[in-house]
Nanobody, 120 residues
Framework: QVQLVESGGDLVQAGGSLRLSCAAS????????MGWYRQAPGKQRALVAT???????NYVDSVKGRFTISRDNAKNTVYLQMDNLVPEDTALYCC??????????????WGQGTQVTVSS
């Protein structure tokens, strides 16, 4: 099995910064794409940013210039640096990883999420 554990969420004032981490562990042969998604109260889960194993990055327009996604393949970890936060960024942030296991099966795994709350 594969587990993803996020950390770094907190309550922060508008204009502040946070750094989220998501570490994957378990029966991992290789991780392809990794990404961050968020779900605000009353809304559907939405893409924030993704990064391929080779470092190809995609951001949703609303976070471009403020958020930076990165990863450490040796640690099976993905990060999200969030700067200049605004109240609209308030959400539960979850990571996703596209994993190939040691049995050569490919599955997408999700973490439980870490809460980010931005006060005005």
């Amino acid at each position: 099995q594969v587990q993803l554990v996020e950390s770094g969420g907190d309550l922060v004032q508008a204009g502040g910064s946070l750094r989220l981490s998501c570490a994957a562990s378990g029966s991992i042969f290789r991780i392809n794409d990794m990404g961050w998604y968020r779900q605000a109260p009353g809304k559907q889960r939405a893409l924030v940013a993704t990064i391929s194993r080779d470092g190809i990055i995609n951001y949703v327009d609303s976070v471009k210039g403020r958020f930076t996604i990165s990863r450490d393949n040796a640690k099976n970890t993905v990060y999200l640096q969030m700067d200049n936060l605004v109240p609209e960024d308030t959400a539960l942030y979850c990571c996703k990883a596209s994993v190939i296991t040691y049995t050569y099966r490919r599955n997408d795994y999700w973490g439980q999420g870490t809460q980010v709350t931005v006060s005005s």
